[in-house]
């Protein structure tokens, strides 16, 4: 026994196994067998098999589909917001306009709020956005004459702080990227284009941005995933996961509902699967994307 | 010449009253909660947060009941110390140990094998936590720590960094460990755990903050109140039944507040760490 752990042949495996292992159990297995409740009525004591019936409740949900639409909105408002505004950010920074310390000072500020964690962040947002006349939205709003607003019962509204929130944690995470991104450009570059004469924008939409590609690419990909993948935020931000008119209901928390809270596993199951494959779905259009791209390049 | 100067000298202005204005109000919400922890609860909930502190009404009752309250929220917060000193040593020592396997070692389906490792990096664990609430469940680990952090040890993007970090390392030393006859788990404890103590640095920090505001995962495994990490706790004190804002605030402060010390000390640690992920151009 002793001799087989010690060989040099069954090393390399010895070294994977944990990894090979959790794979297994926490992985393929897992999704196996949701794969199998997706296709059945699970109720306790007993199970029944109900083919794609699951499937066919799933596309005639509405609730389902705003959960969908829910998502994908917030997802796409997350890309528009956090990678121009973090990338100009970081332009800023990087010019090194302001001095040393203004500069540290700023880059810290804006990377603190990514430490709190959701609960936190949450239980601060809710209050900044409480419908009393004097929380602090609605004084803010006060200052330019506006009335005050029932934030988290409008859709509009409600939307508005949920992406509040997502902006003030990740902008100086994603600067930070696109930062590090900018730093690993040659400055000969923008050398010899001042000596050809190039103007500042000249310089960024030829220089800057083709460089900076691979960390937009890296920071949409996580972008994509994460806000497709909301909802700890919506849950703080509303109490839990019922906000008036699902306005706040996301894919997750969608799954969450008729899992754990509704414990409809079966039916849960099949939302689940159906959401895997839009992941993978996106993964596969993304890489082929990046990799045209890359041939492109070529 | 001497225009531009000016004109530099505006541009520059500008520039600094932007970064200051900006960071201000990115920090307000840490002022504001901090303004909060010495008012009362019921006054937050009728009244909203607020910038400035009105001293006739301040007081350090959340304090004192934070410090003396026999209740939960110490309990919560060592449970949370204690699960993430497990999962940062936990998830270092076994992702360098895959790592080094992945990026030492020639074997069949290397490849296949380590493309599952990007597989599970680019799935959202929130899209998998069902199949996995019912694994653990089948399993017998509901409300147990075990549950928590089995199934992260051997964690995708960590091992990932390794690999990347492990490549650099120059193939002699490992020629040199097996001449002198130590076996292969010899030199990856003697000779390659030293060599990587600076990935760790990166690592720790990226696994202790996640650890230390998880919440999703634990919310579906924990189930009594002993065992509580500080975000579960901290969100069971919002019920429906009206929400306890007097320990909420000041808590949810407390909780805050080690992160923010550590910051302070080690940014360049923290700020590698989270960004960790990014493709190096």
Redesign the interface.
């Known amino acids: 026994m002793k001799k087989i752990i010690?060989s040099?042949k069954a090393?390399?495996?010895?070294?994977?196994l944990?990894?090979?292992?959790?794979?297994a159990?926490?992985?393929i297995?897992?999704?196996i067998?949701?794969g199998i409740?997706s296709m059945e009525k699970v109720l306790p004591g007993q199970t029944n098999f109900v083919g794609l019936s699951n499937f066919k409740r799933l596309y005639n949900d509405r609730i389902f589909w705003l959960a969908v639409t829910n998502s994908f909105k917030y997802m796409i408002f997350t890309l528009i917001l956090l990678i121009p505004i973090p990338m100009v950010l970081a332009c800023?920074v990087n010019a090194k306009?302001?001095k040393g310390k203004?500069?540290s000072?700023?880059k810290?500020?804006?990377?603190?709020?990514?430490?709190?964690?959701?609960?936190?962040?949450g239980?601060?947002?809710r209050?900044?956005f409480?419908e009393?006349d004097?929380?602090?939205m609605n004084k803010f709003i006060a200052m330019f004459g506006f009335e005050s607003i029932k934030w988290l019962k409008g859709a509009v509204t409600g939307f508005a702080a949920l992406l509040t929130l997502a902006c003030?944690r990740w902008?100086?995470?994603n600067m930070?990227?696109f930062l590090?991104?900018l730093q690993?450009i040659p400055e000969e570059y923008y050398e010899a284009a001042s000596v050809d004469g190039a103007t500042t924008w000249q310089r960024f939409i030829h220089i800057t941005l083709p460089?900076?590609k691979?960390?937009i690419?890296?920071?949409l990909?996580?972008s994509i995933?994460?806000g497709?993948?909301m909802?700890?935020e919506s849950y703080?931000l509303w109490?839990?996961n019922n906000s008036p008119q699902n306005i706040g209901l996301t894919i997750?928390g969608y799954?969450y509902r008729q899992?754990?809270e509704k414990n409809d596993?079966g039916y849960?199951?099949a939302v689940?699967i159906t959401?895997?494959v839009f992941?993978?779905v996106i993964?596969i259009v993304q890489l082929t994307l990046t990799g045209t791209f890359k041939k492109e390049e070529k | 010449m001497k225009k531009s100067k000016t004109k530099n000298k505006v541009y520059r202005i500008l520039i600094i009253t932007f970064f200051i204005v900006l960071a201000i109000i990115i920090l307000l919400p840490f002022w504001a909660i901090f303004v909060g922890t010495f008012q009362e609860g019921s006054m937050l909930v009728r009244y909203g947060l607020n910038l400035t502190l009105d001293f006739s009404e301040a007081n350090l009752d959340n304090y004192i009941m934070l410090f003396t309250d026999s209740g939960s929220y110490f309990r919560w917060f060592l449970n949370s110390v204690v699960l993430t000193v497990m999962q940062v040593v936990g998830t270092l020592f076994i992702s360098s140990f895959v790592a080094y396997g992945f990026s030492v070692y020639e074997f069949k389906f290397k490849n296949a094998i380590f493309l599952c490792v990007i597989l599970i990096m680019s799935v959202p664990f929130e899209m998998l936590m069902l199949p996995l609430y019912v694994q653990i469940n089948d399993m017998n680990l509901s409300d147990t720590y075990i549950a928590i952090l089995l199934p992260f040890l051997a964690h995708a993007s960590t091992i990932f960094f390794f690999r990347q970090y492990l490549s650099g390392i120059p193939m002699e030393i490992i020629e040199a460990g097996r001449i002198d006859g130590s076996s292969e788990f010899g030199i990856f404890f003697k000779l390659i755990l030293p060599i990587m103590k600076p990935s760790f640095a990166a690592m720790a920090i990226l696994n202790g903050m996640n650890s230390w505001n998880n919440f999703l995962w634990p919310l579906l495994v924990l189930r009594s109140s002993d065992n509580y990490t500080l975000p579960i706790g901290l969100n069971t004190l919002m019920t429906p039944y009206g929400n306890d804002y007097d320990l909420l605030i000041v808590g949810s402060f407390f909780s805050v507040l080690p992160i923010l010390i550590l910051f302070l000390c080690f940014q360049k640690y923290f700020i590698e760490g989270m960004t960790a992920g990014a493709v190096k151009g």
Request: net charge positive.
């Open positions: 010690y040099k090393a390399p495996y010895l070294f994977i944990p990894f090979v292992l959790t794979f159990i926490f992985w297995v897992p999704i067998k949701s409740m800023m306009v302001a203004i500069n000072f700023f810290s500020s804006l990377f603190v709020p990514a430490l709190t964690s959701v609960v936190v962040a239980t601060i947002f209050l900044i409480g009393m004097t929380s602090l003030w902008f100086g995470v930070m990227y590090s991104g690993s460089q900076l691979p960390t690419v890296y920071v990909t996580i995933y994460g497709l993948s909802f700890i703080m109490q839990g997750v799954l899992g754990i596993m849960a199951c689940g959401l895997l992941v993978l993964n």
